[in-house]
């Protein structure tokens, strides 16, 4: 069981950094518009970036969360 659950923390706290790592990565880019300038064409293209980095990061928080709801579910079954 002890293993099960060192299994489960580790599997959850992965996908939180990754999670993180991507929303890093959305700041980061946003950042590049400021950098663009009087450049729209570059403002745009960061502003592109962002979005898919920002769209990225919410779709590993959305796996982040459905993970720990299935390790939650999985322990109340063992507290069974």
Same mark, same amino acid.
């Given at each position: 069981?002890?293993?099960?659950?060192?299994?489960?923390?580790?599997?959850?706290? @992965?996908?939180?950094? $990754? /999670?993180?790592?991507?929303? *890093?990565? %959305?700041?980061?880019?946003? +950042?590049?518009?400021?950098? &663009?300038?009087?450049?729209?064409? @570059?403002?745009?293209? $960061? /502003?592109?970036?962002?979005? *898919?980095? %920002?769209?990225?990061?919410? +779709?590993?928080?959305?796996? &982040?969360?459905?993970?720990?709801?299935?390790?939650?579910?999985?322990?109340?079954?063992?507290?069974?």
């Amino acid at each position: 069981d002890e293993k099960l659950l060192k299994e489960m923390l580790t599997s959850i706290t @992965e996908k939180f950094h $990754a /999670a993180e790592d991507l929303a *890093e990565k %959305a700041e980061i880019t946003s +950042a590049m518009i400021e950098h &663009a300038g009087e450049d729209l064409v @570059e403002a745009q293209k $960061a /502003a592109q970036q962002t979005e *898919e980095s %920002a769209k990225q990061a919410a +779709a590993a928080v959305k796996e &982040a969360l459905t993970a720990i709801g299935l390790k939650l579910a999985m322990l109340k079954q063992f507290e069974s």
